[in-house]
């Protein structure tokens, strides 16, 4: 009799550790689960957010334009109907200003102002933008022959997109 009752006993041990066993596998695919959840769409948006940037030329009149391929972010490109250009003389020599805002008008953006920037002693022309007018940015440099691209750094003038006329 004492021998069935240590079976008996040595099988509640053992029904024992199987429930906790199965208990503790049960958490831990739950567990699993969640972190799955939580963590695949941070890994979907860095595998679409890092594409190989790879250089292209473009080529333009004389000269190349060297610029990085931009993943498509924030909807399609501005068509340049919907863009107006400021145009700021930064060489001192009469009438580039105007006459780069007509090209730009004859290339189809919406509406061109040209005048002069605050001082004439600029080396090199350059396109400014605001943030979220990065790729419109280059294509306008691409229109008017110009390398430089850049973020605005106050110059402005409320407009999106400024080309400053420089000495090259």
Do not use: C
């Amino acid at each position: 009799m004492e021998l069935a009752a240590e079976l008996n006993q040595f099988s509640r041990w053992r029904l024992a550790a199987v429930i906790a066993a199965a208990v503790a596998l049960l958490e831990l695919v739950l567990l699993l689960g969640v972190a799955g959840i939580k963590l695949a769409p941070s890994l979907h948006h860095h595998a679409a957010a890092t594409p190989a940037q790879q250089p292209v030329t473009h080529p333009v009149t004389r000269h190349s334009v060297i610029a990085f391929r931009v993943p498509a972010a924030h909807g399609p490109l501005r068509t340049r109907s919907h863009l107006s250009v400021l145009v700021l003389n930064g060489n001192g020599v009469a009438g580039t200003a105007g006459a780069l805002a007509q090209r730009l008008l004859g290339d189809g953006y919406r509406r061109t102002v040209s005048t002069n920037a605050p001082s004439h002693d600029y080396a090199t022309s350059l396109v400014l933008y605001a943030p979220g007018y990065e790729r419109e940015a280059h294509r306008l440099g691409r229109d008017a022959r110009i390398r430089t691209v850049a973020t605005g750094d106050g110059r402005l003038r409320g407009y999106r997109l400024v080309v400053i006329l420089g000495g090259s």
